[in-house]
């Protein structure tokens, strides 16, 4: 008859006889301390591995953190967060231990040191295990490197707003500086650290811009052009090269807004273009691509991509004064007040006026070019 006896274990440290432990899986690392009693697992038993300080570097600029080997945009004001969240990275807890739980308590000391004290619980051996630790957190700051540029006046393309056979005009020159700062904007909140405006020249014949790289500077070129209209150019310098002998580049992009803005009024016809819904002149609407408009004499729409250098400007809707309303001859043609003489002229009665709700000895909106009275859509004259 054969006898099974339990098989026994014994501590290597103490010798004591310790209870059957589970075997690891095959292939498994064999962890001498699976072996040990309590007693003498306990002895050298570390819940946590915690540094002896941390050190935190942020930008004391822009309140970003470093961290590896670049800087991050963190958005905060107060480092305690940050103390945490890079004590928490720098903690580490026990393979063994399970249901870790862990609170911290921080203690500012001053300006630049934070004292973190950690609490943590676990079980470990069907046993419950506690540790505190305290990590002193010192708050480096520095200069990274996206202000060290900013600081030093670094840019690698300028944007250049000009205008065609004029100047553009102060909504114009606002315009486009607030898209400049939009389209940075847009690049810093997508996480974009090389993304910045580095310096606004405002000038009369429009504004120059200057910005850190040559993308940036491309994106706010085209998105200038999408919105005001016109074209852009670009030409490049080299300036130096860099530590791996690449040349570098600054790069202009010139951008002409049209000719024409909203609010002009034109004579199209000089152009060559075929009247094919009436003639005279055109009050525009848009000079983003194709330019668009409104014929003054009958109130239809007009638009053309065809090339209006050729074509006439008469003045714009601002330079016009109120006509008081005489009479509604027919469907084409209304009386009203010659703004110069106050004299009761016959004007055309474009499609945009509304002769039905008009009402006798009110004013209406009117341009005078060439001796001649036009009634202009009242939006035109708001956008103005």
């Not at 095959?26 to 001498?32: E, N």
């Amino acid at each position: 008859m054969s006898e099974t006896r339990e098989r026994r274990e014994f501590c290597p440290e103490c010798g004591d006889a310790v209870p059957p432990r589970e075997e690891p899986l095959p292939g498994a690392p064999r962890d001498r301390d699976r072996l040990l009693c309590d007693d003498c697992y306990f002895e050298t038993f570390d819940l946590v591995d915690a540094p002896d300080r941390v050190q935190v570097r942020v930008c004391a600029r822009c309140g970003a953190v470093h961290r590896g080997n670049r800087w991050v945009d963190v958005g905060a004001r107060d480092y305690t967060d940050v103390a945490v969240e890079e004590v928490t990275q720098s903690l580490g807890v026990h393979l063994d231990a399970r249901e870790v739980t862990w609170g911290v308590e921080p203690e500012q000391v001053d300006e630049t040191t934070i004292r973190m004290h950690c609490q943590f619980t676990g079980i470990v051996r069907e046993s419950a295990v506690e540790a505190e630790t305290t990590v002193p957190v010192k708050i480096a700051r520095q200069t990274c490197e996206r202000c060290g540029r900013i600081a030093g006046g670094s840019y690698a393309a300028t944007v250049q707003v000009r205008a065609v056979d004029r100047r553009p005009s102060s909504d114009e020159r606002d315009r486009a500086v607030e898209i400049v700062r939009e389209v940075v904007a847009e690049r810093e909140d997508a996480g974009d650290r090389e993304a910045f405006l580095t310096e606004v020249d405002r000038t009369d014949d429009g504004p120059n811009v200057k910005l850190s790289t040559t993308k940036l500077g491309g994106r706010v070129a085209d998105r200038i052009v999408r919105e005001l209209g016109g074209s852009v150019s670009e030409s490049a310098t080299l300036v130096t090269e860099d530590s791996d002998g690449n040349e570098v580049y600054r790069v202009t992009y010139s951008v002409r807004l049209p000719r024409f803005r909203p609010g002009d009024v034109i004579d199209p016809e000089p152009a060559g273009l075929t009247a094919v819904e009436g003639s005279g002149p055109v009050v525009v609407e848009t000079v983003g691509g194709a330019i668009t408009g409104v014929r003054l004499r009958s109130g239809r729409q007009f638009q053309t991509d065809a090339d209006l250098s050729d074509a006439e400007q008469l003045g714009h809707v601002d330079d016009g004064d109120p006509v008081t309303l005489v009479a509604v001859e027919d469907e084409n043609a209304v009386q009203v007040l010659d703004p110069e003489t106050f004299e009761a002229v016959s004007v055309p009665n474009p499609d945009f006026f509304d002769a039905d709700g008009a009402t006798e000895g009110e004013t209406v909106p009117a341009v005078k070019f060439d001796g001649e009275v036009f009634l202009v859509p009242e939006l035109i004259v708001d956008n103005g």
